[in-house]
């Protein structure tokens, strides 16, 4: 039976969401084609009928989790959403979390079309961040772009320190509460600003 157009795109969407989430609780290395392909109901070679590698695919999951992040800041301001990502409910839910936060480390070492994805997605999350420096003038607009990139990195840094740290860990939850005080009071001024 041929498949239609419409049921094509839901395949290959399924396979995105079920890799976008098994990459981020095991890593790229930890998942192969055919977890994937099972994972999501499907054959190992009807896996190649929608992508021509796993390369690719790590991309577009990638494009596709860190496109969630930046859902996530809508109609937030900028304190709220750092408060929810250093938290220790992002920490223990790696794989509907943050891209970012789970697979930094390893998208540094993959192609550079998985790099392009990440550098694209934490533009565009920056982007989002800065919503509220909108109105700014321009020196002004530099130096809270400054303060985002910042306080992403402080806080993509936390989770990760976070994660590597047993899950009963009493250092996990200092983690995350000291860097997301210090986040928190690092932005006030800025957003105030």
């Known amino acids: 039976m041929k498949v239609t157009k419409a049921q094509a795109q839901a395949n290959r969407a399924r396979i995105v969401e079920t890799a976008s989430t098994l990459f981020r609780e095991r890593g790229y290395d930890g998942v192969g084609v055919a977890d994937i392909s099972a994972a999501a109901g499907f054959t190992h070679g009807g896996f190649y009928r929608h992508f021509p590698s796993k390369s690719h695919l790590m991309a577009e999951a990638a494009a596709r989790g860190i496109s969630t992040t930046v859902e996530n800041t809508d109609g937030v301001d900028i304190a709220a959403f750092f ?111």
């Open 83 to 193: 408060k929810r990502y250093v938290s220790r409910a992002h920490r223990d839910a790696r794989g509907v979390g943050c891209t970012m936060a789970a697979l930094c480390g390893d998208a540094a070492r993959q192609s550079d079309d998985v790099k392009t994805v990440f550098a694209a997605g934490i533009d565009t999350l920056l982007e989002a961040l800065e919503h509220e420096g909108a109105a700014l003038k321009d020196g002004d607009r530099r130096k809270f772009r400054a303060e985002m990139i910042n306080a992403l990195a402080h806080a993509v840094g936390a989770v990760v320190l976070s994660r590597a740290c047993p899950d009963d860990s009493a250092l996990a939850d200092e983690i995350l509460k000291v860097c997301r005080k210090q986040i928190v009071m690092e932005l006030r001024p800025v957003a105030a600003g």
